[in-house]
């Protein structure tokens, strides 16, 4: 079966899958209320996109982690350094 028939089975793409993308904005908000579990968090979302060399994957599954999707997701890698940046460099406050 292909990849996209899967699309909405649970733990998957809409159904539960990871979304790096939303993580970076995840990261942003809690920083705001508590930069502690924000670093925490920053890490998670930095073992995520560094599966298969750093490769961005678009999406992965949400109970094995394993890669799905197209790599090489510049989305992801952005709000990625826009949670790091925020952290560590104080820019990009979202009040």
């Not at 670093?39 to 890669?67: C, Q, T, Y």
């Not at 997701?73 to 952290?87: G, K, R």
Request: hydrophobic share 45%.
């Amino acid at each position: 079966m292909a990849q996209h028939n899967n699309i909405n089975k649970p733990l998957q793409y809409q159904s539960g899958g990871i979304w790096p993308f939303i993580g970076g904005f995840w990261v942003l908000l809690i920083n705001q209320v508590n930069p502690f579990k924000a670093v925490s968090e920053l890490e998670r979302l930095a073992n995520i996109n560094s599966i298969n060399n750093w490769a961005f994957n678009e999406w992965f599954h949400g109970f094995s982690g394993k890669p799905m999707g197209v790599n090489k997701q510049s989305w992801n890698a952005a709000t990625y350094m826009l949670a790091w940046q925020n952290i560590f460099e104080n820019k990009f406050k979202l009040y």
